[in-house]
């Protein structure tokens, strides 16, 4: 299972707290790009897919939700509900993001520009390139 879940470098004194992300230091990659996700509401589940080539950091910086990953032969559910814990996610993680709280709003970064053909969105294809990578 190619996922990690990283206590964060947390600047905290009298004033309040403040996090920072640079490669080698709350992220093991070079930020290309991030998004956050927030307005989604309980009941609904986003992601349902792979990346091929895309790493991922995710924070819920408010609020909560979970983060079911996959790896082909296995499951796990994650709860992210803190800003001062990041799940890490591996190339090819089957990700799905549920459960999220009405405040939640969720900061993604990742190594890669934007690209629709980098994902994966049928589960059977998913499989099916799980099975191809892992024959060489
Ligand atoms: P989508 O992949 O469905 O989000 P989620 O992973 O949460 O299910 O993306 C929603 C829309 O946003 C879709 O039209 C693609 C677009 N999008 C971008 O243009 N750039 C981005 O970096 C991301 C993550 C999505």
């Known amino acids: 299972m190619d996922y ?3 206590d964060m470098t947390v600047f905290g004194d009298n004033r309040g707290h403040l996090i920072s992300f640079e490669k080698c230091n709350n992220c093991p990659f070079d930020v ?3 998004f956050y996700i927030f307005d989604t509401v309980p009941g609904i589940v986003r992601g349902n897919h792979a990346n091929r080539n895309s790493e991922f950091l995710l924070i819920a910086i408010s609020g909560s939700c979970k983060i079911k990953v996959d790896d082909g032969k296995r499951q796990e559910i994650i709860e992210l ?3 001062q814990k ?3 996610l591996g190339r090819m993680m089957w990700k799905e993001m549920y459960d999220f709280s009405y405040n939640a709003i969720l900061l993604v970064l990742t ?7 980098e994902y994966i969105r049928n589960y059977d294809e998913y ?4 099975k191809q990578n892992e024959m060489g």
């Open 86 to 88: 990041a799940l890490y």
């Open 32 to 34: 290309k790009r991030s």
């Open 81 to 83: 509900n803190t800003p």
């Open 111 to 117: 190594n890669t520009l934007y690209d629709e053909k």
């Open 127 to 130: 499989l099916k390139e799980i």
């Open 4 to 6: 990690k879940l990283i």
